[in-house]
């Protein structure tokens, strides 16, 4: 239920989808010479796009969430690595059977690069198909293809394909997984995304280190109008939105410890 939920909750409230709603409303109500109601949906639609893609909105609020985890020195030795799934276009690939891979490809990119550093290291890929409607191929159906052409035996691989988001990774990976004491595990995600993961590999019970790849700000960019494209603007807004929601949810349901775990706890 909290996974129905919380797609059919970002569907409504996501800046380009609330704009089009917000828009609509306004026409709505301009038809019905709803004069006020019209002013206000046209207003309102038109700032959630204007401050999305317009100003450095999304990246201020990116950049805390990509500051929260350093990426560390790296071990002497890692015993395994945990990639999460959202780097491949599943789609397109259950499609035509590639791996191409989208926005957060350097996910699967830094773990195979990772794998030839550690190459007695094991490497599971969790993620299944996330998508409520979209008929798509799971991360850890595509790696296999991908990483195997980078060099990582399938023998080292171990494949998590039932997860449906960040919760589910971390609690299908270690019952998969079943990790020692003392066993050293890379956690790769995207910058952005660590707080959340960290925090919940860690309720799930699966020591890791964080390691953060895939940055979408330079830390630098300030407050200011067109400090990137329209598109890419509005795509960090939506990112940064969506990952600050999943934090406060994911708190308030008991998921997580606090509302922005950090690598003190």
């Known amino acids: 239920m909290f996974f129905i939920l919380s797609k059919v909750f970002w569907f409504f409230i996501q800046p380009l989808n609330l704009a089009i709603f917000l828009l609509l409303a306004g026409l709505l109500a301009a038809l019905f010479r709803r004069r006020r109601l019209a002013a206000t949906g046209s207003v309102l639609g038109f700032l959630i796009l204007a401050l999305s893609a317009w100003t450095s909105l999304g990246a201020m609020m990116l950049t805390p969430l990509e500051e929260r985890f350093p990426k560390p020195a790296l071990p002497e030795k890692v015993d395994g690595i945990v990639v999460l799934g959202g780097g491949f276009e599943g789609a397109i690939n259950l499609a035509r059977g590639g791996y191409e891979l989208n ?10 690069i990772l794998a030839r550093r550690f190459p007695q290291a094991k490497v599971v890929v969790s993620g299944g198909n996330g998508s409520l409607f979209l008929d798509g191929e799971g991360d850890a159906d595509t790696a296999p293809r991908l990483l195997g052409a980078l060099g990582v035996s399938a023998d080292r691989m171990i494949l998590e394909d039932k997860s449906r988001n960040t919760y589910e990774n971390a609690v299908f990976s270690r019952k998969l997984v079943e990790p020692k004491p003392g066993e050293t595990w890379l956690l790769v995600t995207s910058a952005f995304h660590m707080p959340r993961a960290k925090a919940l590999f860690d309720k799930a019970g699966f020591p890791t280190v964080a390691w953060p790849v895939d940055y979408r700000t330079s830390g630098r960019e300030g407050i200011g109008f067109y400090r990137d494209n329209p598109s890419d603007s509005l795509l960090t807004t939506t990112m940064a939105i969506r990952e600050w ?4 949810a994911y708190r308030l349901s008991g998921k997580i410890d606090q509302f922005f775990p950090g690598p003190g706890g």
Do not use: K, N, P, Q
């Open 103 to 112: 926005s957060s490809g350097d996910r699967m990119v830094e773990t195979a």
């Open 245 to 248: 929601i999943g934090l406060f």
